[in-house]
C-alpha cells in the first residue's frame, strides 16, 4: 500500500488561490490513479478531482471546473491540486487517495475503489 501525506492546505481570501501537494510513498506512484476528495464540516466527503496514472486523463466534480487543476509528476511520486479563485463553499479537508489502478478512470470516482488515503489538509476560505 502507498503511503499519501498532504500539504499546502491553509487560510486564504475568497478569490485567493493554493496548491495542495500530496507526496506518495511506498509503491509504484506511476501505478496509481489519484483523486483528490474533500469534507466539508458537517457534509460527506466528496470527490473533486482525479487523474490517471500516466496524467493524460483528468475528470472534476462540476462546482470545481474551470477553477481547480490535478496534476501529478510521476518522478516526483507528487500529485498537485491548484485551486484558483476560491469560494468560502470550498472549505474543507481535502484528502488525495490513491487507486492501484492503470486502466480508464471513471468519471465520477467511488471512495471505495480507493485504498489509500492521506490524512487530510484543511482549507479554509474566508468571505
Known amino acids: 500500500q502507498v503511503q499519501l501525506v498532504e500539504s499546502g492546505g491553509g487560510l486564504v481570501q475568497a478569490g485567493g488561490s493554493l496548491r495542495l501537494s500530496c507526496a506518495a510513498s511506498g509503491g509504484t506512484f506511476s501505478s496509481y490513479a489519484m483523486g483528490w476528495f474533500r469534507q466539508a464540516p458537517g457534509k460527506e466527503r466528496e470527490f473533486v478531482a482525479v487523474?490517471?496514472?500516466?496524467?493524460?486523463?483528468?475528470y472534476y466534480t462540476d462546482s470545481v471546473k474551470g477553477r481547480f487543476t490535478i496534476s501529478r509528476e510521476n518522478a516526483k511520486n507528487t500529485v498537485y491540486l491548484q485551486m484558483n479563485s476560491l469560494k468560502p463553499e470550498d472549505t474543507a479537508v481535502y484528502y488525495c487517495?490513491?487507486?492501484?489502478?492503470?486502466?480508464?478512470?471513471?468519471?465520477?470516482?467511488?471512495?471505495?475503489?480507493?485504498?489509500?488515503w492521506g490524512q487530510g489538509t484543511q482549507v479554509t476560505v474566508s468571505s
Open positions: 487523474i490517471s496514472w500516466s496524467g493524460g486523463t483528468t
Open positions: 487517495a490513491a487507486r492501484n489502478y492503470r486502466g480508464p478512470i471513471s468519471l465520477k470516482p467511488q471512495e471505495h475503489d480507493y485504498a489509500s
